[in-house]
């Protein structure tokens, strides 16, 4: 669909009409973006690209840069909020690169866009072990590098061994250790995007592995089913301490904003409960971080990426 006369950003018409005859892949404007997301919270999208292979990614960065327009990436759609105002510029789908590619000594070559819990079953049977620990955690493979995603003592810097990235220049592959991996973070370079992910995994039985998911599987039930659409743990876990038990202990187990709800059973999920917007989240996250430093001295960080604009009065 053409863009909007009234359309508030950079983007035009003339190049919509540019990037959807160079591109091989979806290209559609005004695109609401809360389906994209497992909070179902989010505005539109000005421009909404979903390439069909890391040469098309990489022609659609060298396009942007090359008419200024600013960009955000969204993989599974959880550990994310967008603002209610939605995005200026455009938003990058990776779901098409989902190629999976198996090597000899339990190397793993994963395309960005692959979904972890597909990827983590099929290295399990095949034998490979080193992300069963990570069975339940939602998005796709490129989304858990870039977050360092984990569980307990397990996370995706124990299994990356190299990285491809994409960029308008084109790509380049950057060993592990340039990524400097910590407590659920990367330092991917700017202007870059994670394409596809060199793992080292170890041999192991599938059976064993298996098993282990679907008990990993049944704890996360059990401990994070909150009954309504949320985007995982809110908040980081402090050092020596659990997020959820300060947010309990500071009595905001069930409080709200509008439809926006701490959940009454994992205080660190915050759930929609039907039309909830994101500044009902952020202002309910502002609540919950508040009463918790009030009364600990300790400053909640989110875990969740906010990127959009608020929502014009």
């Known amino acids: 669909m053409p863009i909007t006369a009234g359309c508030r950003l950079p983007v035009t018409n003339r190049i919509f009409d540019i990037l959807k005859g160079a591109l091989r ?76 590619e198996f090597g000899d000594h339990g190397l793993v070559w994963a395309g960005a866009g ?23 955690i939602p998005g796709t493979l490129g989304g858990a590098v870039a977050m360092n995603a984990g569980a307990g003592a397990r996370d995706m810097a124990s299994v990356v061994r190299s990285v491809l990235l994409a960029g308008a220049e084109g790509s380049q592959e950057w060993p592990a250790a340039q990524l400097s991996f910590g407590y659920r973070r990367s330092e991917l370079p700017p202007g870059r995007v994670i394409t596809e992910v060199l793992l080292q995994l170890q041999p192991a039985e599938p059976a064993e592995l298996l098993e282990e998911i679907a008990g990993r599987l049944q704890h996360r039930h059990r401990a994070q089913g909150v009954g309504g659409p949320n985007a995982g743990s809110v908040f980081k876990n402090p050092p020596g301490e659990s997020a959820w038990r300060l947010i309990d202990r500071a009595g905001m187990r069930g409080a709200a904003v509008g439809q926006a709800q701490v959940s009454e059973h994992h205080c660190n999920f915050i759930i929609n409960r039907g039309g909830a917007t994101a500044e009902e989240v952020l202002a309910l996250i502002g609540r919950v971080r508040d009463e918790v430093e009030g009364q600990t001295g300790i400053r909640l960080e989110t875990e969740v990426r906010i990127f959009g604009q608020p929502k014009a009065n």
């Open 114 to 136: 692959v979904p972890l819990m597909a990827l983590i079953r099929q290295t399990a049977e095949r034998g490979l072990g080193g992300l069963e620990g990570l069975a339940g």
């Open 25 to 100: 892949g979806q290209v559609l404007a005004d695109e609401p973006l809360a389906p994209h997301t497992t909070w179902h919270i989010g505005g539109p999208a000005d421009l909404f690209l979903r390439p069909l292979d890391s040469a098309d990614l990489v022609l659609t960065l060298s396009l942007l840069q090359a008419y200024r327009l600013p960009w955000e990436i969204v993989g599974g759609g959880s550990n994310l909020l967008v603002r209610d105002g939605g995005v200026r510029g455009a938003v990058l789908h990776l779901g098409h690169l989902d190629k999976v």
